[in-house]
């Protein structure tokens, strides 16, 4: 009976542990001695995700910081960021807890060329009276999924007068699957090109598009630049080469 009693007040303890911050209390009442359990009078506590955020090089991540008041606490609360890794920012620049606010929203923004691996971000809750709070939050930021575009290796013929069909592919990286819209570069005079906003699918590995030559269009090689442009993260590019030919 007492091993199993044990038992249950340990898988209490550990379930108390896991759901409560390992920040440091702020507030007025934060100088005194703290109580064996609970809160002191007049302090608050930051509450962030226990687990690691994840944030892809090139996103955006929403995030949430919450706070934990104690009898007689109801001030604001701002919010400062601190080693936070180069490349990535934070929207609002300054956030703040309102009182009578149980949290603030936040969104981290990588760059391209934000770094990899796994960081602690410090963050430090002011209040209008008394001590700051701290709690660290803790950020993965991964690899971004990427794509290429390919086009035909050699260059696309079209006479004077006539339509061709071009295929432009895709090829996706890791999980990378949303739609992306494609743009041309300046086409050759009297050269029209449907659909005029073409999409290549989420899912499907290319997308097919005509080029239609006037009867007077001009004549000769023609380099296009093909961009991609997908829902989130950066843009690819690839050349499409293009010969206009004299009608027969």
């Known amino acids: 009976m007492m091993k199993s009693t044990f038992a249950t007040l340990a898988a209490i303890a550990l379930t108390a542990l896991?759901?409560?911050t390992q920040g440091t209390p702020g507030g007025p009442g934060s100088t005194g001695k703290a109580p064996a359990y609970g809160q002191t009078e007049d302090t608050f506590n930051l509450t962030v995700p226990m687990l690691s955020s994840s944030l892809q090089q090139g996103a955006q991540a929403d995030a949430t910081v919450?706070?934990?008041?104690?009898?007689?606490?109801?001030?604001?609360?701002?919010?400062?960021?601190s080693d936070v890794p180069k490349g990535v920012t934070i929207e609002?620049?300054?956030?703040?807890?309102?009182h009578g606010e149980t949290d603030a929203k936040i969104v981290f923004k990588a760059s391209d060329e934000a770094p990899l691996g796994d960081f602690?971000?410090?963050?430090?809750?002011?209040?209008?009276?008394?001590?700051?709070?701290?709690?660290?939050?803790?950020?993965?930021?991964?690899?971004?999924?990427?794509f290429t575009l390919s086009t035909p290796r050699l260059s696309t013929s079209v006479k004077?007068?006539?339509?061709?069909?071009v295929s432009i592919g895709i090829s996706r990286d890791k999980t990378f699957d949303?739609?992306?819209?494609?743009?041309?570069?300046d086409l050759p005079t009297g050269v029209t090109l449907e659909p005029a906003a073409p999409v290549i699918k989420a899912g499907a590995a290319?997308?097919?598009?005509?080029?239609?030559?006037?009867?007077d269009a001009?004549?000769?090689?023609?380099?296009?630049?093909?961009?991609?442009?997908?829902?989130?993260?950066?843009?690819?590019?690839?050349?499409?080469?293009?010969?206009?030919?004299?009608?027969?």
């Open 66 to 81: 919450g706070i934990k008041r104690a009898k007689n606490f109801d001030e604001d609360v701002t919010l400062k960021f």
């Open 160 to 165: 004077q007068g006539t339509a061709q069909t």
């Open 178 to 185: 949303q739609d992306v819209a494609l743009k041309f570069g």
């Open 218 to 248: 001009a004549l000769g090689d023609f380099t296009i630049k093909v961009t991609g442009h997908p829902a989130e993260g950066a843009d690819a590019a690839n050349e499409l080469k293009l010969t206009v030919a004299a009608k027969e």
């Open 206 to 215: 290319e997308t097919q598009i005509t080029l239609t030559a006037a009867d």
């Open 120 to 146: 602690q971000i410090k963050v430090t809750g002011h209040p209008t009276k008394g001590g700051d709070a701290t709690v660290e939050f803790k950020l993965t930021i991964a690899a971004k999924d990427t």
């Open 18 to 20: 896991a759901g409560c």
């Open 92 to 98: 609002p620049g300054n956030p703040a807890i309102k």
